[in-house]
């Protein structure tokens, strides 16, 4: 508990040095709120003009792919605000020996280099992505109940998103170049947000068994979509135990490899 | 000095794309991962949501393309996105911020024609990986190369796209004179581009009045347009086509001059 405290009043320097930073760079500021609009924008017109001339992907109509794409925007807006920046950084870090003033901390490594960014702009537009996606739950047909567990839903999606992105990143430790890796990532984001059942079988099992992407929206979407696939749920849960393992086999095989660039 | 190497290491445009390449292949893994991985992804992505829906669902063919002619756009896509958007302004504007611009503004060789030769380095490289990308698939049956001279007005128009993308790239990094980050404008770009530029979709999905406004803008003209040239379908226009291309071309490069000009002025280096 005392620990938990600890983490709490950290994370609170964090989120302050972020809004400090976040209001010096207003530009900046105000050209995230715009990337997101333009992000959002793009991705719900390419799927509604794909839907004008398909009826269905899959065995998804237009209102469940279209749900699924909004709640996978609301992950991607958490995952924006909250970690995203952070696997920038890793990168220079490594390469500039930086990740030393981290691991000397005395709180666990993957706590700074993972979460002491926030970006705040992003914040701001928490109240747009909701909105998308009860404009289309609503579409869908969500009722009572799966609107309750819809914001524990999100989380737990975001909670797998963030970890596979960090087992990802522990990549740079051995390719140095950050861009790349980083790239990799995004990609594999966009993944995420088509349904399960438009892929093929050998890509459908890549992508749910080594690397989980496909069950990041596909589980909870298809839970709430049909209750009785509470199967898939668990099918998630066990994706985060494997994911948590993976990052902590990964991390300290990379830090065995970094080379501090101090002498 | 040998007449066969003097000619090289005069030029400093020979010798700017020399070290770029090297810098390039320093880092392979995030070369491949920058230009290689994501259309590579995005065609497999692709693959598997047209062959479930053309070839295991209930239609055949959507907004005129069925399997196979799908499957080659994507390829072109493919192809078309390697070559033209795979040169990354990033270290333009990483210039800027550093102050290292500082030494250009002394030097012979200007800031313009060192990123100018950097970028056509990386254009260079990109059009071997886009050769092999398009072997393999002339390979496996996917695309059909057109008859010469379609082909040479194809890569004309790819060629003139590649230069588009760098004008736009080369201005969003020289924002950098105003903004810290620039990665939010141009990666804007990129979702906007992907988008109208036919990427995602093939224009002919897109409502007829979203089509005539694109037609206007520099984007479809980056993929869209070269594709419909390269797989041989009539294409009309190809003097206003010319037009708009030469038009975008000419208010980028103005825009460029302009926005460097301003930039300049309230520059304030350190060192060199």
């Not at chain 2, 995005?42 to 295991?56: C, D, G, H």
């Amino acid at each position: 508990m005392r620990s938990l405290r600890h983490y709490a009043l950290v994370y609170r320097q964090y989120l302050s040095m972020s809004l400090a930073n976040a209001l010096i760079h207003r530009t900046h500021f105000c050209l995230l709120i715009v990337f997101e609009m333009v992000f959002y924008f793009t991705s719900i017109a390419g799927l509604e003009i794909l839907f004008r001339a398909v009826p269905n992907i899959g065995g998804w109509d237009r209102n469940q792919a279209l749900l699924l794409l909004s709640f996978m925007l609301a992950v991607d807006q958490l995952h924006m605000t909250f970690v995203s920046e952070n696997f920038w950084q890793l990168g220079d870090d490594i390469r500039l020996g930086a990740l030393d003033y981290h691991l000397l901390r005395p709180i666990g490594s993957l706590f700074p280099v993972f979460f002491r960014s926030i970006r705040c702009g992003t914040l701001a537009i928490l109240p747009l992505s909701w909105l998308i996606l009860i404009y289309y739950g609503h579409q869908a047909g969500l009722a009572g109940l799966d609107w309750l567990l819809l914001p524990a839903l999100v989380l737990l999606a975001a909670l797998l998103q963030t970890v596979i992105d960090m087992v990802i990143v522990t990549l740079l430790f051995w390719t140095v170049g950050a861009d790349g890796v980083n790239f990799v990532r995004i990609n594999l984001q966009t993944v995420a947000r088509w349904p399960r059942e438009a892929f093929l079988t050998g890509f459908r099992f890549v992508f749910t068994f080594v690397i989980p992407v496909l069950l990041i929206g596909n589980a909870p979407v298809a839970f709430l979509l049909d209750s009785s696939r509470w199967q898939i749920l668990g099918g998630m849960g066990l994706a985060i135990l494997v994911s948590l393992y993976s990052l902590k086999v990964m991390w300290q095989a990379g830090l065995r490899r970094y080379e501090s660039a101090s002498s | 000095m040998s007449l066969l190497t003097s000619p090289l290491q005069a030029s400093p445009w020979l010798r700017t794309a020399q070290v770029s390449l090297s810098n390039i292949m320093t880092y392979k893994f995030n070369f491949i991962a920058l230009v290689f991985l994501p259309p590579l992804v995005f065609l497999a992505l692709r693959y598997n949501i047209w062959s479930t829906v053309l070839k295991n669902g209930n239609q055949t063919t959507a907004a005129g393309y069925d399997h196979q002619a799908m499957m080659a756009y994507q390829a072109w896509v493919f192809v078309l996105t390697i070559f033209v958007q795979g040169f990354v302004g990033n270290k333009i504007a990483e210039d800027i911020h550093k102050g290292k611009i500082s030494a250009f503004l002394l030097y012979p060789f200007s800031f313009w024609q060192f990123h100018t030769a950097t970028f056509l380095a990386t254009l260079a490289l990109q059009a071997v990986v886009a050769v092999i990308a398009i072997s393999v698939f002339i390979g496996a049956n996917i695309i059909v190369l057109p008859a010469s001279p379609v082909l040479l007005v194809g890569l004309a128009l790819t060629c003139a796209g590649a230069w588009i993308w760098y004008l736009f790239q080369y201005i969003i990094a020289l924002s950098a004179f105003w903004l810290g980050e620039v990665w939010v404008v141009r990666s804007s770009l990129y979702l906007m581009c992907a988008l109208a530029s036919g990427s995602i979709l093939p224009l002919e999905f897109f409502p007829a009045n979203i089509i005539r406004i694109l037609g206007w803008t520099p984007f479809p003209y980056l993929i869209y347009v070269p594709i419909r040239v390269l797989t041989g379908a009539p294409h009309d226009d190809l003097v206003l086509t010319t037009l708009i291309f030469v038009g975008w071309g000419l208010a980028l490069t103005v825009l460029t001059n302009l926005v460097w000009r301003r930039g300049i002025r309230m520059y304030t280096g350190g060192g060199i």
